[in-house]
């Protein structure tokens, strides 16, 4: 309620922060489509936020949960794009070489292998290597994205049932 209101007073109706921090709200109540117009929003109004990497990672999951697996490429292109950029560069907590391995997997999920194995390789990571899967998964259990977290960890069981390890950060992601 608090973002709401402040979104709504002349002064703060154009910082980027209100708008972004008002979306990961909602993204995270689930309400996809105001979140990303909150996303969005931030992105127009103050470029570079320093954060543009992890909004536009944001917006891809967006699209992804409202069915828009275009709109989700657009989106991690984008985070690609910015990962890149020394200006901008990849947060401490979204490595560039992450960015990539989500942009081979939405290509993956599109059924566009050719861009998904350039975009593997981007990352370095592997689609059948649970440690890559391990990896991803903890990586989003330090940024706090627990359901990313597990289904990444989840998968790296899948492809590796036998490695104690692996169960240990699942059960690290879950709490």
Known sequence: FLYQDAVKKPAHVRMPK????????YERQQKWEIAEY???????????????????????????????????????KSACTAAANPEIGAQPWISEEMV???LALQYDATSEPQLAKRCYGKSLMNATSAESWQA???RYSEIKEGTRAVSALNKAVELDSENPLLWWSLAEAYC
């Open 38 to 76: 909150c996303l969005r929003h931030s992105l127009t109004l103050l470029p570079p936020l320093r954060r543009d990497v992890e909004i536009h990672c944001r917006l891809a999951t967006c699209s992804n949960r409202l069915g828009r697996s275009k709109d989700a490429i657009q989106s991690f």
């Open 18 to 25: 209100v708008w972004y921090h008002l979306g990961v709200i």
């Open 100 to 102: 990539w391995f989500e």
């Open 136 to 138: 991803l998964g903890k």
